[in-house]
């Protein structure tokens, strides 16, 4: 049985309720973060916390939990839904009102949500043992505040369908100007004669805590080359490798975009030295 927290309390999954007027219901009116973990260790832990603060103030929900508060709710998660490999899922919606109307109320509490649920096991830096993504491509046609880690995710779930509808794992997006942006549920990047490129964060782009740890890893303990740039589509297709990354994936390699072999159709070489690098560092965030 799944021990849930919810409004500062523990309880089975299946007691946890909320009112049918909440904002998170009814608006996706929130914020949330999604916190990896191995055999109790929580990886990025401060700085998905950052971020979700940041979230809130940037919707106007006033909720203040500092760290330690976080901290201790998702411990005691993993306590109480055994160690292991969990995805710990944090979520704090604006609260339930009298009534539906979409200008924020100034009275209500925010509603504080919080599980556990298994997540696979961490990526080696192996490529026989690592999972091969095939992912379509589509235009990005999501509201224009991707930056925000908003609950409100028909966006990104109608995208990440188009692609789950023709057999793909993920679906790679693109703007207007045929420029990559990032998936539906991950950061992208291509890797071009050594050279990892990926798009610079804007109001387009989450700013992805798993690509704010590859990238500074990447800079401090390795040799490879990073360019945060604008990235056409006509550079996906002809990179040498393309990569996905978000907490639950880690980095993910893709070896076929749109049917077509990334490069020589198999994992590269790039990949394996920043899964390397990426897993004997990611516990220090």
């Known amino acids: 049985m799944s021990i849930v927290f919810l409004n500062d309390r523990y309880m089975p999954m299946e007691e946890a309720k909320i009112s049918p007027m909440d904002r998170g219901f009814l608006f996706g009116d929130g914020i949330y973060e999604v916190i990896p973990s191995y055999d109790g260790e929580l ?11 940041q979230g809130l103030e940037l919707i ?26 969990l995805g710990i899922y944090l979520h704090v919606s604006r609260g339930a009102d009298s009534k539906r109307f979409h200008a924020y109320p100034s009275d209500v509490t925010p509603t504080v949500y919080a599980y556990a649920f298994e997540i696979p096991a961490a990526n080696v830096p192996d490529k026989s043992k690592a999972k091969a993504y095939k992912v379509a491509t589509t235009e990005d046609l999501r509201w224009q505040r991707c930056n925000i880690k908003s609950t ?45 490129i990926t798009p610079p964060l804007d109001n387009q782009i989450l700013p992805g805590i798993t690509r704010l740890m590859l990238l500074d890893i990447l800079a401090k303990h390795t040799d490879i080359k990073v360019e945060e740039r604008v990235v056409t589509m006509d550079e996906v297709l002809a990179a040498d490798e ?15 975009v749109d049917g077509k072999p990334v490069g020589s159709g198999e994992i590269g070489d790039v990949w394996l030295a920043a899964q390397t690098a990426y897993t004997a560092n990611k516990t220090e965030y």
Not at 166 to 191: D, F, H, K, R
Not at 242 to 256: D, G, M, N, Q, R
Request: glycine share 10%.
């Open 152 to 196: 409100a995710l028909l966006g990104n779930v109608m995208h990440f369908q188009h692609g789950h509808a023709q057999g793909y794992n993920e679906t790679i997006l693109y703007n207007a100007n045929n420029e990559m942006t990032e998936g539906s549920a991950c950061n992208a990047y291509i890797v071009k004669d050594g050279v990892v």
């Open 242 to 256: 393309v990569w996905l990354t978000s907490s639950s994936k880690e980095i993910a390699p893709v070896i076929e």
């Open 43 to 53: 990886v990025g832990f401060a700085p998905h916390i950052d971020r979700m603060n």
């Open 60 to 85: 106007g929900i006033d909720f203040k939990w500092d760290v330690n508060k976080w901290r201790e709710v998702c411990e005691a998660l993993i306590e109480k839904n055994g160690s292991g490999n």
